[in-house]
């Protein structure tokens, strides 16, 4: 009886306990609409929306859900959604369309979510929002306005708009959308902090417009609207390899504006543009996406966006039509100059001569103020390599450029000072890839350290991952590659920030992994993967960059490079649990296969460009774009079973096992396990895509690490090689082959790069390669993922995608004492971390509220294998079977020891 009280009176403390913690930590919290966070200005009819909860109890689980949704934010919080509510939904859902009431144009809806735990408690998230914008190109009614002038002429135009207001405004919205680039001020204050808006598009195929809330910087009165027009990709004037300066849509910049202006009284007036608009000549005598801008400070025009200027010897403007009829909101996550970096040194060549040292390569542009007499030239040139004598060596990435070097010069800023006191410029229009910045002028002028400030610039993603390790190579290559990352995502992915700036489509879905593990990118993927429908061919072609203005459908735009169009929906899938962009896509990738089919009947390709710039031994052409053709096939396959496509998916799971047959018919030697020559590429790359037979991947990727300790652990890759060879290795037994190849750091490696300086990826595994040589390129990025997998083991499920179940398979590597992987997934932190202490493993696992994992452990780990975690952090201290006799993996002594 005393035994039975007391565990009565323990199981009601428990229960109280678990109730009263319940209620602290048991939070829906991180409300997204469309993976941003109370969007304004959407066109999309039916948004996501998600949530994750915030549990630290052991099996932490939702078990429930209801969504409400109202325009009324007090009805919503007391539960009343006369939009939309889901009601009760027994589900374990985080990311759930919205089904109530088509939304109406200029409306914010007001949103909460409803979740239940699984003892059936409840608990109700904070009030987030979403406003729609245009949704549709009817709702505009400016017109379209430009300066009138042709595409040769250099200067960037003011726009200015005077208006009355005599009524207490309640809101205000900006919509504006251009054909070239834009700053939009209001009464004298520029409006939002970000650059390079609109985001690049096929201009003629799709336009996005900009929604910004200008209600805090209108007043009762007279108000004025200022827009400065750039020509950013729309009007290419600089001349290089790619015929910007031919794409068909190339003219003039243009815009649209609709400034909405809702009074407390209710009523609406919208000030749009059209003829009543004035427009000048501004500072900005050039500007170019490419090279550089130019700015003649003696042709400032203070307070031009504000009320009380003169314009009276501004001119008229002229109207023009759109350049294309579908005109749709930008929503993503906008480029920001995101870290400001003072310069660690600067070198005084001379009077006219200061060269600045920022101490790490990346993309953005610099801030310069300086007085001197007027007239004064300056020239601001950016680059990534110092000669010996101290100047800047601009020789690795101008080599495409076509144009006026003296004119035009390349990365390099040109200002004239006023001479009316302290000049300050900045780019508006342009950005560039640089580590070294050189001052020169006209005349002597006075600079220091503080004088020229430098901004990393790119998209504002949020990082997600990040790496930590008791190797200092480690975590250089781990911050070299996310640094090379960001440098190349300006609204799209991008090869380099200097040479090209060109969507290399191959750079692209080659690092999407390494993206999607460090940063939080699925917006700037959707409106990507936009750009890739607007450019795609009625036949299925894609061009091997995009956007494109006509260059890149040529005879190598093929599987390797152009597979973006399946990789990245399907990967999307994978790491977010979102399938809206593999629907989006799905014809698109259908369409690109059956092209293949048609001119490949036998399942075999060469149509590709290979293992671009490899070390030194070259792989079949056809081999490595067959896998392509097999992986882009297997995913249109997976993808119709999710879609429910029955049809689809019989025959093109059917069609991907003729491919694979093919490629093994051909190329596997069943008796040696060599594929092809046997190069490393050519054994690693049907590794990693699963094209080798299950009964040949014992023997092929032993070949694959006998051929690996051949070159003492050394690369011998090209780019779909470095893709493909660390995870064949961890993947099929050789997990440690594949660390000791990644901590390489004699040539040619990663680490190689670093140990001779570099704080970003390289084009070309030789320092001293005469060509393939900017020193900020991504398309030998993978090793940045390659952390979370190979090391820490973290892998989505694709059969509960978005990391709702992990798959962990951690690799202790005997030679690092400590690691940590951290990744913010969907669900919340997935943490793997693990620490070697007097010959055992101390291992850490944090698994998010509503997740699960199967925990993998490696065959040197004595005791269970195979474990199933749930939410909640675990603890576990594994001691390790004769690890040094495990590692030769029963080799005949060709690996490590």
Known sequence: MIKLYRSIIFLTLFLFSYSL???????????????????????????????????????????????????????????????????????DRQLVTYKGTNPTPFTKYFWKVIVWDGMQQTSTSGIQSFETGMMGISSWQGDWISDGKDIHYEGAPYFRKKFETAREIASARAYIAVAGLYELHINGERIGNQRLDPMYTRFDRRNLYVTHDVTAQLQKGENVIGVILGNGWYNHQSMAVWDFHRAPWRNRPAFCLDLRITYTDGSIETIPTNLSWKRSDSPV??????????????????????????????????????????????????????????????????????????????????????????????????????YDNGRIDLSNIDVYYRGDKEKDPFQTDILILSGKGEDEFMPRFNYKGFRYVEVTSTEPVDLDKNSVTAYFMHSDVSPIGKIETSSDLINQLWRATNNAYLSNLMGYPTDCPQREKNGWTGDGHLAIESALYNFDGITVYEKWL??????????????????????????????????????????????????????????????????????????????????????????????????????????????????????????????????????????????????????????SVPL?????????????????????????????????????????????????????????????SWGWWIVNGATTLLENWDLDAERDISDNHMMFGEIGAWFFKGLGGIYPDTAQPGF??????????????????????????????????????????????????????????????????????????????????????QCDNILIY
């Not at 992986?631 to 049809?647: P, R, S």
């Not at 195979?866 to 690890?883: I, Q, R, S, Y």
Request: with cysteine; charged share 25%; hydrophobic share 35%.
């Open 21 to 91: 913690k319940g209620e602290l930590s048991f939070l829906p919290v991180d409300l997204k609409t469309d993976h941003l966070e109370n969007p304004i200005g959407i066109d999309n009819p039916s948004p996501r929306l998600t949530w994750r909860i915030e549990d630290n109890r052991q099996g932490a689980k939702q078990s429930a859900y209801r969504i409400i949704v109202g325009t009324d934010s007090l009805k919503v919080v007391n539960g009343d959604g006369e939009i939309w509510d889901s009601g009760k939904v027994d589900s």
């Open 285 to 386: 005598i050039f500007n170019s996406i490419y090279t550089a801008e130019h700015y003649d400070a003696r042709l400032e025009q203070g307070g031009w966006s504000g009320p009380g200027f003169d314009d009276s010897q501004w001119h008229g403007v002229m109207l023009r039509s759109a350049p294309s009829t579908n005109i749709t909101a930008q929503q993503l996550r906008p480029v920001r100059n995101v870290l400001t970096l003072p310069a660690q040194s600067v070198n005084k060549i001379n009077e006219k001569t200061y060269v600045y040292d920022f101490g790490q390569n990346m993309s953005g542009v610099t801030q310069i103020k300086v007085s001197g007499e007027a007239g004064t030239e300056l020239r601001i040139k950016h680059g990534e390599r110092l």
């Open 688 to 748: 990693q895509w699963k094209v080798v037979p299950e009964e040949m991947i014992t023997k092929v990727a032993y070949n694959l690490a006998r051929k690996v300790k051949e070159a003492g652990f050394h690369l011998d890759v090209g780019v779909l090689g470095a893709k493909a060879i660390l995870n064949a290795l961890s993947e099929n037994g050789y997990p440690e082959v594949a660390y000791k190849v990644a901590v390489q750091d004699t040539y040619p």
């Open 804 to 889: 709702k179940h992990i798959i962990l398979r951690p690799h202790f590597e005997k030679d690092l004492a400590q690691f940590d992987a951290q990744f913010q997934s969907p669900y919340g932190l997935v943490q793997s971390q693990w620490e070697w202490k007097k010959g055992k493993i101390n291992y850490q696992v944090a698994i998010p509220a509503n997740s699960s994992a199967t925990l993998y452990l490696p065959d040197y780990v004595k005791g269970e294998k195979v474990t199933v975690l749930e939410a909640g952090t675990h603890n576990f201290t594994f001691t390790m079977d004769n690890m040094n006799n495990m590692l030769m993996r």
């Open 530 to 683: 936009a750009d890739h429908r607007d450019e795609q061919q009625p036949n299925g072609v894609l061009p091997d960059i995009i956007p494109t203005g006509g260059w890149g459908y040529g005879t190598a735009n093929g599987l390797d490079w152009t597979s973006t169009i399946a990789i990245i929906p399907w990967e999307i899938y994978k790491f977010y649990g979102d399938s809206k962009l593999l629907a989006d896509c799905y014809e698109n990738i259908k369409r690109y296969v059956d092209y293949v089919d048609r001119i490949s009947p036998e399942g075999l390709t060469s149509w590709g460009r290979g293992d671009w710039v490899p070390v030194k031994s070259h792989s079949n052409l056809e081999l490595t774009s067959s896998v392509y053709f097999y992986v882009d096939t297997k995913i249109l396959a997976e993808a119709a079973k999710l879609f429910g496509k029955e049809n689809d998916c019989r025959y093109y799971s059917a069609l991907a096992e003729k491919i694979k047959n093919a490629i093994n018919d051909k190329y596997l030697d069943r008796k040696t396990g060599i594929y092809a020559s046997g190069t490393q590429t050519e054994l």
